[in-house]
């Protein structure tokens, strides 16, 4: 079975600090993986996906950077941290044209 | 463009008594549709999905929902709910099937069930 873990479970962190979360995937070979972002209380907005090692693509510019640097991991980043970046952080995978499946999340606040 | 509507923000039902949850989409292709439920301060767990056939989906823990192409809806049902199923029920359509293709979230509706 597949199994999908974030890291930190929660961050608290100072305005303009860097930030770097992660998310693991054990169990699927060569997934397709996603960054979401929730703010509290809302509903979530797809930041990043990524098909293959390497390659990923920003669906919605928030001064966040991601990066694939092995087939069962996906990075999510920034060198400053902003206010409107606390929210909590969804890691998601699924199989080639396939239902997407979230991690537990990652909660978020900045100060 | 492709949108979702869930149109009630927060329902509240009696434990025992049945739910139905709203959707609404808003796409010119053929949607994929997803239910998801989100416990408090948890990750997004798939309910249900709906592809193409039968228009009514069954889902975990009882749940099902109706896909209808001349009303562009696809709502939640559930005979019977029970105080566990209190959390946040998101509506998502993913507009194509490729790989990478963007999921559009409907607000969400807070389901509290009074014991």
């Known amino acids: 079975a597949q199994t999908i873990h974030q890291w930190p479970v929660a961050e608290i962190k100072a305005v303009g600090s860097p930030l770097s979360l992660g998310c693991t995937i054990k169990g699927k070979s060569s997934p397709n993986l996603y960054w979401y972002w929730q703010a509290t209380g809302g509903t979530l907005q797809q930041l990043f996906y990524?098909?293959?090692?390497?390659?990923v693509e920003s669906v919605v510019q928030l001064n966040l950077s991601a990066s694939r640097p092995k087939d069962d991991q996906f990075i999510l980043s920034t060198e400053k941290l902003l206010l409107s970046h606390s929210g909590f952080y969804l890691c998601a995978w699924s199989g080639a044209q396939d239902t997407q499946y979230f991690g537990p999340g990652t909660r978020l606040l900045v100060l | 463009a492709q949108s979702v509507t869930q149109p009630d923000a927060r329902v509240t039902v009696s434990e025992g008594a049945s739910l139905q949850l709203r959707c609404k989409y808003s796409y010119s292709g053929t949607p994929y549709l997803f239910w998801y439920v989100q416990y408090p301060r948890q990750g997004l767990q798939l309910l249900l999905k709906?592809?193409?056939?039968?228009?009514v989906v069954q889902g975990v823990n009882g749940f099902e929902a109706e896909f209808s192409k001349s009303n562009s809806s696809f709502h939640l049902r559930k005979a019977s709910v029970h105080w566990s199923d209190s959390a946040v029920y998101f509506c998502?359509?993913?507009?194509?099937?490729?790989?990478?293709?963007?999921?559009?979230f409907g607000g969400g509706t807070r389901l509290t069930v009074r014991p």
């Open positions: 990524s098909i293959t090692v390497g390659q």
């Open positions: 998502v359509l993913r507009a194509n099937n490729n790989a990478g293709a963007k999921l559009t």
């Open positions: 709906y592809y193409s056939g039968d228009p």
